[in-house]
């Protein structure tokens, strides 16, 4: 099966146009999320190759580029930086020895501050485009006096709906950058092993686990949730989903861990996970309370491992 060559003619032309476009493309719906995800991919090759030439025009020449087309802005600057700033700090901490895992937390946490950054600056437009969704959403519902029990029902769980989407939209935002730059990381390595080359990577899925000092700040945040003000309890909610989302993560980690153990077949393992997408939201808490308990007990032993 032929390689992919990462240093080839179609890797450097194709890596430069999409690195150089990304900040033109990011408006257009669905192919714009896309192009991103594949300008982080060529960002982090280029710089854990140490091809610093080739980083060094797409990252000056895509916001140059943007800037001519549409203006200089703060919340181009924060576009450009999401891909180009997370991508060459994860590339780099990478090329140079450093752990996967800390290189992805590190890279995570810029990314995450530079959306929630962007967020910020945006915030009036962007709750007004969620005010006028629900506006929308509300007339195609039935409308009078004489309204059905079930109508009236509709009406209330769309509005609750919407009130909570529109509580917990900066995690959601945030979730959704880190989302993107997990899938470049994961065909970055693809990429790599496919051609032949070797590429740092995270261990098996199956010894995943948060770190223990995570848990002090979930209990803070529990805390200010249950004690602070109003402001304090969106804080906490949006902190929450965000740490809440990667304890699942961890704790189907540990499941995973447990089913290959007692050997379960392809076919029950499709049983199983298929209970929690019809569970939905009570399957990702009881996952996320499953990986919260592992970072305290460690159930797999897997500190002991690393000590030796």
């Known amino acids: ?72 802005s703060l919340l181009l600057v924060g576009l450009w930086a999401k891909v180009v700033v997370t991508g060459t700090v994860y590339g780099k901490m990478l090329s140079a020895g450093r752990k996967p895992a800390r290189s992805f937390m590190a890279a995570t946490i810029m990314l995450t501050a530079i959306v929630l950054a962007m967020f910020w600056m945006e915030r009036e437009l962007i709750y007004s485009a969620v005010e006028k969704f629900q506006s929308m959403v509300m007339l195609a519902l039935p409308q009078g006096s004489n309204l ?50 070797f590429l740092p990577h995270f261990v098996d899925f199956i010894f995943w686990k948060m770190p223990f000092f995570i848990i002090y700040l979930t209990g803070s945040l529990i805390f200010l949730r249950l004690l602070g003000t109003d402001i304090m309890k969106t804080v906490a909610d949006n902190c929450l989903l965000f740490v809440g989302i990667f304890y699942a993560v961890f704790g189907f980690s540990l499941m995973e861990y447990y089913l290959r153990k007692i050997k379960l077949s392809l076919f029950m393992k499709v049983i199983f996970y298929m209970g929690f997408v019809f569970l939905q939201v009570p399957g990702l808490i009881f996952a996320a309370v499953v990986g919260l308990f592992d970072s305290y007990f460690d159930f797999r032993h897997i500190r002991a491992k690393l000590i030796g």
């Open 1 to 72: 099966m032929p390689r992919w060559p990462l240093s080839g003619p179609v890797a450097v032309y194709l890596g430069l146009f999409i690195a150089l476009i990304f900040p033109v493309a990011g408006g257009i719906p669905v192919l714009g999320y896309l192009i991103d995800i594949a300008a982080f991919f060529f960002v982090m090759l280029f710089a854990f190759s140490g091809w610093n030439l080739r980083l060094g025009v797409a990252t000056v020449g895509s916001i140059l580029i943007s800037s001519i087309i549409f203006g200089p």
């Open 148 to 197: 059905a029990e079930s109508d009236t029902n509709m009406a209330v769980w769309v509005t609750q709906l919407i009130a909570l989407f529109r509580r917990l939209l900066p995690s959601l935002v945030a979730l959704a950058g880190v989302t993107q730059f997990y899938i470049a990381v994961t065909l970055l390595y693809l990429v790599f092993r496919g051609a032949g080359s």
